[in-house]
């Protein structure tokens, strides 16, 4: 992996929509899980969306997300995107993109390459 560049975010209101990317300016690996994370005010980061290099690995959403988010990637652009619509208070955060050898996990520990961040605000 390069740096994981992030770009998108921003504020909307409660019931809008945002789209986030991030760019990977190096290679991927074969077996490995990209993902994106939210840190919200006073909160752990957790994982809200992930997605596998094996195609028959389906992506995988928080509770929280699910029917909301949509993960997805475009090889071509060495790039992940989340879109994200029907926007909540609740979904207020920083939020970032991970890579991970291996498995789609829960634990933080083994993503190892991280973008910046980008912060999303939604007004009610």
């Known amino acids: 992996h390069g740096l994981l560049m992030q770009s998108g975010g921003g504020s909307v209101q409660a019931g809008g929509s945002l789209t986030i990317s991030c760019t990977d300016s190096?290679?991927?690996?074969?077996?490995?899980?990209i993902a994106w994370f939210r840190q919200a005010p006073g909160k752990e980061r957790e994982r809200i969306a992930s997605v596998h290099t094996h195609y028959r690995i389906p992506p995988a959403y928080a509770d929280s997300v699910k029917g909301r988010f949509t993960i997805s990637r475009d090889y071509a652009k060495k790039t992940l995107y989340l879109q994200m619509n029907s926007l909540e208070p609740e979904d207020t955060g920083m939020y970032y993109c991970?890579?991970?050898?291996?498995?789609?996990?829960?634990?933080?520990?083994?993503?190892?390459?991280w973008g910046q961040g980008t912060q999303v605000t939604v007004s009610s």
């Open positions: 190096g290679g991927t690996y074969a077996d490995e899980c």
């Open positions: 991970a890579a991970a050898p291996g498995s789609c996990g829960l634990d933080i520990r083994p993503y190892t390459y």
